[in-house]
């Protein structure tokens, strides 16, 4: 019973952090905050604490699906689909965490500074704004995260 609800309990919150997150939060801040390096600050800070949520709560929910299994099955059953899914869901966070999540606080500090440059550094600006696009990668695995 225990091994249940800790598995239900720890893959539900995640799940409404992501959303939350995602349709409330984000578009809230960047609505009401004056700046949006300010919505930006609270939200990196926020998805930093989101991830790790995910990362925690995906090593409680696989230990206790595993020993749940045992429990029940008398064996662990590691490739078991939702053990993989639950593995899938924390490889994708970890990579967004460790990753993404980096290049992407270097690339807002270069368009901070790109505000600074003068007309003849324009071609490294367009580079700055191309290679900010990986935001959408960041996107993409959050919702694979969610969706696994």
């Known amino acids: 019973m225990v091994l249940e609800i800790s598995h239900a309990a720890g893959a539900d919150r995640v799940d409404r952090g992501i959303i939350f997150f995602a349709f409330v939060l984000a578009p809230t801040l ?8 300010l919505a930006g600050d609270v939200v990196n800070a926020t998805l930093g604490k989101l991830h790790w949520m995910g990362l925690v709560s995906g090593v409680v929910v696989l230990i206790s699906s595993l020993l749940y299994n045992w429990q029940k099955d008398v064996q662990l059953r590691p490739f078991a689909l939702s053990h993989v899914f639950v593995g899938l869901m924390f490889i994708f966070t970890a990579y967004s965490q460790f990753r993404i999540t980096p290049r992407m606080r270097e690339l807002r500090a270069e ?3 790109a505000a600074n440059m003068s007309p003849s550094e324009g071609s490294r600006l367009n580079s700055i704004v191309c290679t900010y696009g990986r ?5 993409a695995f959050s919702c694979w ?3 696994l």
């Open 145 to 147: 995260a969610l969706v």
């Open 30 to 37: 960047f609505s009401v905050l004056p700046t949006t390096k």
């Open 135 to 139: 935001h959408g990668w960041k996107a």
């Open 111 to 113: 368009m901070q500074n």
